[in-house]
């Protein structure tokens, strides 16, 4: 494959995710895949086909650009929902195309209902409400304009759902402003129902709400970082084994990612290696470069600090990440050569790297490393 390193899609510890949390979270509650940041780094024209071939049919983007990538993958009979930016031509074509979105701005609605007029078609809106975590979401005082707008315009507005965002539901640390914010919410629902606007879904749970939340699942989740096979928070892992008899993780990890040994040569006693004094060898050392850096997502805080895989096992990452090269420690693996396979995520010959491994370490949320893995890193489906 061209590029220095690749990134394989299980489809099957993919299906495996997505048909545990339908079957856990029951019939009744429609489950929203959450493909933001490019599928949370797995590839949204890779993750899209997998994720309708077990049952999903309504997927969840941040952004325009993010819908419109959705839009030609998808299925017809497919939905998708946009939870943050669009523009204009994009709130337009939105409109057009029947794609949801959330309305969290007076001038948002305004813009919508123009567009519902010239295209004929109502707008599909999920108003969204302000709860407690003071990002997006109108107050109860904006609330009152918006249901004028609505009211007085039924026929250009469909209102898809009710919805609003924990701050940090992922943590028993925010226990009480969470319940707070489920409190407020279910007031705002019973209000907007009593001025004659029944929104279908009533949604405001991500991965870890839904888990350790069941009050907040409502109609439908927004469920982005478990069916990718991580969990939120090990809190969030606790909380659900621990009422179980089988303590092992029920999720799979979806991403594998690749490369291989780009060159092999020896350190004599007391040199550095890589950019200034980070890493001095203490004896002789063989190491390997490998054409991953930071530029491909390779976190340059995994410096010295991270592990990947070569000839089945874990070796040491040393010295700086640099942009587009990293140096691992192979003196311990006499058969090395160039051209042999390193995973920097995933499993070989039964040793695994696990992005919670090092996220863990490296103090930094799985989030954050895999939404950084670059769009132009080619994608494989496997199995
Ligand atoms: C990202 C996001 C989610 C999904 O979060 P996970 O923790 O990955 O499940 C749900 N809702 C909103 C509004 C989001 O932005």
Not at 111 to 136: F, Q
Not at 165 to 174: D, F, K, L, P, Q
Not at 333 to 357: F, H
């Amino acid at each position: 494959m061209a590029g220095t390193s690749h990134i394989e899609i299980d489809r099957s510890a993919l299906i495996h995710n997505l048909q545990f949390l339908k079957q856990y979270l029951g019939e009744d509650v429609k489950i929203s895949s959450v493909i933001k940041a490019n599928a949370y780094g797995h590839g949204i024209e890779e993750f899209v086909p997998i994720a309708e071939e077990a049952g999903i049919n309504h997927f969840s983007v941040f952004s325009g650009d993010e819908a419109q990538r959705v839009y030609k993958t998808k299925k017809a009979a497919t939905d998708i929902m946009v939870m943050g930016w669009m523009n204009p031509e994009e709130i337009d074509w939105a409109v057009a195309n029947g794609v949801e979105f959330f309305v969290f701005e007076r001038d948002k609605l305004e813009e919508a209902l123009k567009c519902s007029r010239e295209h004929e078609k109502p707008a599909k809106i999920h108003i969204e409400v302000e709860t407690g975590m003071n990002r997006t979401g109108f107050i109860k005082k904006d609330l009152q304009e918006v249901v004028k707008v609505i009211n007085d315009n039924r026929e250009h507005f469909q209102v898809k759902g009710l919805c609003t965002h924990y701050a940090g539901a992922e943590s028993i640390a925010n226990h009480v402003r969470v319940q707070k914010q489920i409190k407020k919410y279910n007031k705002l629902y019973k209000w907007i129902v009593n001025r004659g606007i029944v929104p279908e879904l009533r949604h405001t749970a991500c991965s870890a709400a839904a888990m350790t939340y069941p009050r907040t699942r409502m109609d439908m989740v927004r469920i982005g970082i478990l069916q990718y096979g991580f969990w939120p928070s090990p809190e969030t892992f606790i909380h659900f084994v621990h009422k179980r008899m089988e303590k092992s993780d029920v999720l799979k990890r979806v991403l594998n990612w690749k490369s291989q040994v780009m060159s092999i040569k020896k350190v004599g006693s007391g040199e550095f290696v890589s950019y200034g004094t980070y890493y001095m060898a203490t004896e002789e050392k063989r190491i390997a470069i490998v054409p991953v850096g930071y530029s491909h997502g390779y976190s340059r805080s995994l410096s010295n600090q991270g592990r990947v895989l070569i000839d089945g096992q874990r070796v040491p990452v040393i010295g700086i990440v640099n942009m587009n090269m990293l140096i691992a420690d192979v003196s311990l693996i006499p058969d090395v050569k160039k051209g042999d396979e390193v995973v920097l995520i995933g499993e070989q010959g039964g040793a695994k790297i696990t992005l919670a491994s090092f996220a863990d370490f490296n103090n930094q949320l799985n989030y954050e490393l895999l939404a950084r893995l670059p769009l132009d890193t080619p994608r494989k489906v496997i199995n």
